[in-house]
């Protein structure tokens, strides 16, 4: 972790909330590097569960709801958590949750536990009054329930399908981050998919194999998963069943996806207590009946740090980032020779380009080539282009490999295509 941290720092993957005035605790910002990571994480997700399939359209949604949502949902009720504190250094851990020493500075004497809010409230209006609190949302899927009708008879689908969003939610949580583990503020990624409450089952477990199908696109390495079932005790109040997918980090195994069995709670909750129609009319049988609802939850930033952890190689005298080249913040560099040979640099500047409209490209002179190689390696950079003088003669560059440091001469009009054949 310290590796990581420490990388994600010094190349701008993460960096430290509100740094300059001694920071927020568990609040991070995303650098140049990080936040291009973060979007082509979140940009794989919609092509492949959102845009490509038939089923499935998306909702961009308001933070800020209308309170009673979450007095409908059951949050406002069980938003309330025990919370103690350690006498030594004053950390502060939920009662559910308390380790045996404190993790902070190794006490074991721990105050009386304390009721906190999970949920941030705030207040709509100039003037704080009765009537005004509104909450940020501690989940996104709220949203796609209470629009389920307006999606309905706009995108006209039939059952089964999904309602996808990506978004901020925001929870009080008082416990050690581990880095961007557990923040303040996190980005989901997920979709509610409603169903007939027969095929449940079936449904449950094709989702869950999606899961593990895109993890393994992705080339995380199936002896670091694992699959946890949830207790019926544990469950949310919500769920008939539930499964994490867990990740094996350097501070234990811990849950990276989710999945549950949402049932039709939310929907029925929402009909009671708002009184709008949320039934679904086949058009084919003319049965009316609030579908069911199966929650792949896929948690965008927690994901983007165990890309980290699962990519991040030492080999030899070079540490290089393993990234699949659909997720490296840069899928190219280019380099001239030699930064003091105005033509070679003007012919490498014509080559970055041709190819930055056509992929996420960076531009290195600094130093020997060799260090260049390093630090693109770092980053994750999984091709870099080097023109020399022979380039001057031939129209070709030599094009070097991240992950084998093979080298191979490519002609100046093929490295679009060639580039674009690796990155499929």
């Known amino acids: ?55 499935m359209v998306g909702l961009d949604a308001a933070i800020l709801m209308n309170p009673k949502v979450w007095e409908a949902s059951g949050h406002l009720a069980s938003s309330h958590l025990p919370l103690v504190e350690c006498k030594k250094c004053h950390a502060r851990y939920r009662a559910d949750q308390l380790p045996e020493k404190c993790e902070t500075c190794k006490g ?11 949920m941030f409230k705030t207040s709509v209006g100039t003037i704080e009054e009765k009537g005004s609190a509104v909450y940020l949302r501690p989940e996104i899927a709220q949203a796609m329930f209470v629009n389920f009708k307006n999606v309905l008879d706009t995108a006209r689908l039939r059952l089964p399908f999904g309602i996808a969003s990506i978004g ?40 869950l194999r999606e899961q593990q199908d895109w993890l393994s696109e992705m080339g995380f390495d199936k002896k670091h998963l694992k699959l ?5 005790e544990e469950r949310a109040h919500y ?19 989710g999945l549950a069995y ?5 929907l029925k909750q929402h009909m009671t207590k708002s009184g709008a129609e949320l039934q679904y009319l086949d058009p084919e049988t003319g049965e009316k009946f609030v579908p069911h609802v ?23 005298d070079r540490v290089y980032l393993k990234l699949h080249p659909k997720l490296a913040p840069y899928k190219v560099a280019v380099f001239p020779l030699l930064k003091n040979k105005p033509e070679l640099v003007v012919a490498a500047r014509k080559i970055y380009d041709d190819l930055r409209p056509q992929f996420t490209t960076a531009w290195d002179d600094r130093g020997n080539v060799g260090k260049r190689y390093y630090s693109q390696d770092e980053i994750g950079t999984p091709y870099c282009v080097t023109v020399d003088f022979d380039t001057l003669k031939d129209q070709a560059v030599t094009i070097r490999d991240r992950d084998t440091a093979k080298q191979e001469r490519v002609k100046i009009g093929e490295i679009v295509n060639y580039i674009s054949s690796k990155l499929k």
């Not at 946890?228 to 019926?232: A, F, I, Q, S």
């Not at 769920?239 to 996806?257: A, C, H, L, N």
């Not at 949402?262 to 939310?266: G, K, P």
């Open 1 to 55: 972790m310290e590796k990581i941290v420490s990388l994600c720092k010094r190349r701008g993957f993460v960096f430290q909330g509100s740094e300059i005035y001694g920071g927020l605790a568990n609040s991070w910002d995303y650098g140049p590097l990080g936040v291009e990571l973060k979007n082509n994480l979140r940009d794989w997700w919609w092509k492949r569960f959102v845009q490509s399939r038939s089923d």
């Open 108 to 118: 074991t004497i721990f105050t009386e536990a304390k009721q906190f809010n999970l």
């Open 168 to 207: 901020k939610a925001f929870r009080n949580e008082i416990t050690p981050g581990n880095f961007i583990f557990r923040t303040l503020e996190f980005d989901l990624m997920e979709f509610e998919y409603f169903i007939r409450e027969n095929e449940w089952e079936k449904q449950f477990e094709y989702w």
């Open 262 to 266: 949402r049932t039709d709670y939310d």
């Open 294 to 316: 199966i929650e792949p939850t896929f948690g965008l930033t927690r994901l983007l740090l165990m890309t980290l952890l699962e990519n991040y190689r030492e080999e030899n």
């Open 228 to 232: 946890r079932e949830h207790d019926p």
């Open 239 to 257: 769920s008939k069943r539930t499964v994490d997918i867990e990740y094996q980090t350097p501070f234990g195994w811990k849950e990276m996806f």
